[in-house]
T-cell receptor, first 112, second 116 residues
Framework: NAGVTQTPKFQVLKTGQSMTLQCAQDMNHEYMSWYRQDPGMGLRLIHYSVGAGITDQGEVPNGYNVSRSTTEDFPLRLLSAAPSQTSVYFC???????????FGEGSWLTVV | AQTVTQSQPEMSVQEAETVTLSCTYDTSESDYYLFWYKQPPSRQMILVIRQEAYKQQNATENRFSVNFQKAAKSFSLKISDSQLGDAAMYFCAYRSARGNFNKFYFGSGTKLNVKP
């Protein structure tokens, strides 16, 4: 049971570099989301998707892009990394009709 | 948008004692779900307990129970017989039960320390 898989687990970037955080789920969930977690601010929604080909912005979308070409995959792209994007990132998936959200193990990103 | 508020950034409890974590939420909807998630130092999010708003009976899972007050929009988590393994961040979350684009909304979290 793989569930939600995120890679990489740790990454250090220089300011201005770009990178992609990968997320895959094997539960055939329609919904997938990306959150960032910062001290004292809980989990903030970056982008989400309600199905292949459909994405939308969350609370803090600036500086990030997403796409959903398949049901399984939902990569998060940082276009030009900034120190303010230093955070822990979580990918999550759930069913449209379900009431439980499944999280990946998190990706620690540091931008120097 | 719905908001979820956890007013206790950090709490401490003695091992074997009982502790209650608070959560309030703001919504105009009548049909929704509420959750408590645990995040240990490993950072993996673990579902502790969930409550359907249409159910009057409070949910219980072993040592974990909730006090759901729908009119007051309050959803507190009670941990009985606290164990060292309960030390973690706890997040309260809300999700609407209606509509097509139902996002999860999370509170800012409460860090629970368990003293031996």
């Amino acid at each position: 049971n793989a569930g939600v898989t995120q890679t990489p687990k740790f990454q250090v970037l220089k300011t201005g570099q770009s990178m992609t955080l990968q997320c895959a789920q094997d539960m055939n969930h329609e919904y997938m989301s990306w959150y960032r977690q910062d001290p004292g601010m809980g989990l903030r929604l970056i982008h989400y998707s309600v199905g292949a080909g459909i994405t939308d912005q969350g609370e803090v979308p600036n500086g990030y892009n997403v796409s959903r070409s398949t049901t399984e995959d939902f990569p998060l792209r940082l276009l030009s990394a900034a120190p303010s994007q230093t955070s822990v990132y979580f990918c999550a998936s759930y069913r449209n009709s379900g009431n439980t959200i499944y999280f990946g193990e998190g990706s620690w990103l540091t931008v120097v | 948008a719905q908001t979820v508020t956890q007013s206790q950034p950090e709490m401490s409890v003695q091992e074997a004692e009982t502790v209650t974590l608070s959560c309030t939420y703001d919504t105009s909807e009548s049909d929704y779900y509420l959750f408590w998630y645990k995040q240990p130092p490993s950072r993996q999010m673990i579902l502790v307990i969930r409550q359907e708003a249409y159910k009057q009976q409070n949910a219980t899972e072993n040592r974990f129970s909730v006090n759901f007050q729908k009119a007051a929009k309050s959803f507190s988590l009670k941990i009985s017989d606290s164990q060292l393994g309960d030390a973690a961040m706890y997040f309260c979350a809300y999700r609407s039960a209606r509509g097509n684009f139902n996002k999860f909304y999370f509170g800012s979290g409460t860090k629970l320390n368990v003293k031996p």
